[in-house]
């Protein structure tokens, strides 16, 4: 997922923000108050080092015995823990769920971070990966990456396998071009179906797939245009709804999410022309271990076209696809009912000693 947030407007969102949300609050904090965080066997939050970095980690889960599920968001910069809080409390009764504000954003953020490399992002997952199977004293976890996270999700699916149950690619990113591509299609039909001239000079002043060094602009405007042609959000054409969740959490802080707002620009600027040049299809066709993709019908930013016939390529002991017909690019939030239950009865037995897949 990418956002268009500019650094010079992060000051007045953050006063419009705090005046839309408290609306919100009310309902925002009775979801938070129906779960006690005393009562989880596992809840650690702490700052740990990872990649010579210090990046904060939050654990949870009702019973120390469930399995491992790790979470690798979007953006980038994305942190979501917030989110998960509202949305997949229902998680932590079936697993330990871990969510990671990666370097360079939310808890972790440290200013100008000039290690973010997709490199860095690797390694500092699997050295993540690592501490949490010692930590819990688990063999395996399940590796659940959503959009920008995917990128890296689907590389360690294929060249560590023995450190995952199963890896499940939320709106994965298939070839970046031919995401960037097939959305600014979409963006020009709807422009002409509902007229809207005010848009047109918009697009007229794009030019994709923006490989330039400072095409990372061009990206923003782009993902900021798709949002508002309701092309992300299923039946919404703006974030406010999910956003007023980062204002009333008792993890995140004021600062901590306006950090998220500053990551999400500086990540993607200094990872651009790496990201660009992604294509799934250079990782590798066969994969040892159960893969999942799962997508919104209605995601522009990462097509469901895309993602199926990556799906068709790939081979693997159990693979599946599974389309959210009421949701666009964040199924995990937008039918988070659905997708709540679907890794509680079709992901978590993959985890049990006597399934197949685990002998």
């Not at 904060?56 to 942190?79: E, F, M, Q």
């Not at 250079?282 to 990462?302: A, R």
Request: with cysteine.
């Amino acid at each position: 997922m990418i956002c268009a947030i500019k650094k010079d407007n992060i000051a007045l969102l953050s006063m419009l923000c705090v005046t839309v949300f408290l609306f919100g609050a009310c309902s925002i904090n009775e979801q938070l108050r129906q779960s006690n965080p005393q009562s989880y066997e596992v809840n650690l939050k702490s700052s740990i080092p990872i990649g010579g970095v210090e990046q904060y980690v939050s654990a949870t889960g009702r019973n120390k015995d469930s399995p491992i599920l790790l979470i690798l968001y979007g953006g980038p910069g994305w942190g979501i823990i917030p989110l998960v809080n509202v949305y997949n409390k229902e998680l932590f009764e079936h697993f330990i769920v871990v969510n990671w504000d990666q370097r360079g954003t939310g808890k972790s953020y440290h200013g100008a971070d000039k290690s973010v490399r997709m490199d860095q992002y690797f390694s500092d997952t699997i050295e993540l990966i690592d501490y949490l199977l010692k930590t819990f004293e688990k063999k395996k976890l399940v590796l659940l990456a959503h959009s920008w996270g995917t990128i890296f999700g689907v590389r360690i699916a294929q060249q560590r396998p023995d450190l995952l149950y199963a890896y499940i690619g939320m709106s994965q990113i298939v070839n970046m071009i031919g995401a960037i591509q097939e959305s600014y299609e979409y963006m020009i039909n709807v422009t002409l179906k509902e007229h809207l001239s005010l848009i047109s000079p918009r697009l007229s002043r794009m030019a994709p797939p923006y490989k330039s060094a400072t095409g990372y602009r061009d990206a923003l405007r782009h993902r900021d245009t798709l949002t508002q042609l309701g092309g992300t959000i299923y039946n919404k054409r703006s974030y406010l709804s999910f956003a007023k969740a980062y204002f009333f959490d008792d993890e995140y802080t004021f600062r901590d999410a306006i950090n998220v707002l500053r990551g999400i620009t500086r990540t993607l600027e200094m990872l651009w022309l790496e990201a660009i040049s992604f294509s799934c299809y250079e990782e590798g066709q066969v994969f040892d271990i159960p893969i999942y993709l799962f997508n919104g019908l209605y995601d522009y930013l990462t097509p469901t076209d895309l993602a199926e016939e990556y799906f068709n390529y790939i081979v693997a002991p159990i693979k599946e696809y599974i389309l959210f017909r009421r949701s666009s690019h964040s199924p995990i939030f937008e039918e988070s009912r659905t997708f709540n239950s679907i890794l509680i009865n079709l992901i978590k037995p993959l985890t049990e000693p006597d399934h197949p897949t685990t002998q």
